[in-house]
């Protein structure tokens, strides 16, 4: 693993030490603060073979720590997190999904959080606390809970069941917030300094890009060491998105993937809550806050993403897009996957591939382009969600005394 070299500010460019642990950028002349990037020296990579340094072959060093050759240099905190599957649609040419409801708590969220929570223990941080669409929550609760550190956690009341569930068994310390994770931002913010708490929000430390650019790294190996044409992505707060594209400089810059033009980078949103497709198609370069942000894709109930000047510079850059689905269109996207291919998309990965087919009768790709669609969790987790969009109740049997029914 490599040591680091520094954490860079991603809008005025200091550098400051990664041997305390840091949130965001402290010299900052703008107004929000930027973001830290983890900076690295490459030098001895540079030119080496992948084959050789990327290696999964002892047990701590499996799933996402087979590329500890980029991450910190830190003892992982793990629980099987990574390498998740991607498969060929059975009906589209060019459409690869990856499917990363394998992944422990059931959703990506495991990457940033297993990272995040690694480098916590590291430096001897004892308390964490996060605002949450919900499964960042549940991946949190579960690597706090296997780090031996206490989990604070601030999501909206009506989160899927699943993510209350589950932070109450792994042991977290729960509020359920009369709002959305934007108003769960501001009561971390208000609390953390009388809590003792670090706050581990989207974007305010540095380390949960580190373990998201890991989809990155991965989707490329996955797919021979080469770019697919387009990357979808169901942007709440966009780290997985800026994660990816910092995997894509890395891997240019060490000289692992094989030339050609970087991915176009699809940001997706719902209708219901679209601040970042609303920015880019006005051109601006931060998005504005959305009011009412209502949608059954919990993940994509982000009003205000801290994020958004980086995702819409990367959006840019990659001469990508970002846009909007309905929620109808979300569902009936959900249950084409789910009877064509056999697929229960979560409702965020289902935005994607609704995306995905609205861009394809637009006629701006084609079925054949070679595309990677993200379904970031699994519609198991959303079971209560989307059986209430669905309009699905369990059917009341009758009962009858067992006397009678034996006779
Ligand atoms: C399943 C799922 N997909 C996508 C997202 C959006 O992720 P990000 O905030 O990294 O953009 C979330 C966020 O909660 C999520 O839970
Ligand atoms: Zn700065």
């Not at 084959?51 to 980029?70: E, F, I, Q």
Request: proline share 6%; hydrophobic share 40%; glycine share 10%.
């Amino acid at each position: 693993m490599p040591p680091i070299a520094f954490l860079e500010c991603t809008r005025c460019g200091t550098d400051l030490s990664a041997d305390e642990p840091q949130t965001v950028c402290t010299e900052c002349p703008n107004q929000p603060a930027g973001s830290l990037y983890v900076r690295y020296d490459f030098s001895s990579l540079k030119g080496s073979d992948p084959l050789r340094v990327v290696d999964d072959s002892s047990t701590n060093w499996r799933g996402m720590w087979r590329y500890k050759a980029v991450l910190p240099d830190v003892d992982p905190v793990t629980l099987g997190e990574g390498w998740t599957p991607i498969i060929k649609s059975k009906r589209f040419e060019g459409v690869y999904l990856k499917k990363e409801g394998t992944n422990p708590t059931g959703t990506f969220k495991a990457r940033g959080l297993a990272m995040a929570v690694s480098m916590a223990r590291h430096y001897g941080l004892e308390k964490l606390a996060v605002p949450s669409a919900g499964n960042a929550a549940g991946a949190l609760a579960a690597y706090a809970a296997a780090a031996g550190i206490e989990a604070h956690i601030f999501m909206p009341q009506d989160v899927p069941i699943a993510n209350y569930l589950e932070c109450v068994a792994y042991g977290a310390k729960v509020t359920l917030v009369d709002g959305l994770i934007s108003d769960c931002a501001r009561i971390v913010a208000e609390r953390k300094v009388e809590g003792g708490w670090f706050d581990i929000s989207t974007l305010k430390e540095p380390f949960r890009v580190e373990g998201k650019k890991t989809m990155g790294y991965e989707l490329v190996e996955q797919l021979g060491w080469e770019y697919p044409e387009a990357v979808f992505y169901p942007a709440g707060g966009g780290v997985g998105l800026i994660g990816m594209w910092k995997a894509f400089e890395e891997l240019e810059q060490i000289g692992w993937v094989k030339p050609g033009k970087r991915p176009r980078m699809i940001a997706v949103q719902s209708s219901g809550c679209a601040p970042v497709v609303r920015a880019f198609q006005s051109g601006a370069r931060t998005s504005t806050m959305w009011e009412n942000a209502s949608t059954f894709a919990s993940g994509l109930r982000v009003p205000k993403p801290y994020g958004d000047r980086i995702m819409l510079n990367i959006i840019d850059e990659s001469d990508g897009l970002a846009l909007s689905v309905t929620d109808d269109d979300i569902l009936n996207s959900l249950k084409d996957w789910a009877q064509n291919e056999g697929v229960f998309l979560s409702p965020e990965g289902a935005s994607v591939t609704a995306a995905h087919s609205k861009l394809v009768t637009e006629g701006i790709l084609s079925p054949t382009d070679r595309v990677l669609l993200f379904n970031t969790g699994s519609g198991l987790k959303d079971a209560d969600v989307i059986a209430e969009a669905m309009g699905l109740q369990r059917p009341i049997l009758e009962t009858r005394p067992v006397l009678e029914m034996l006779t």
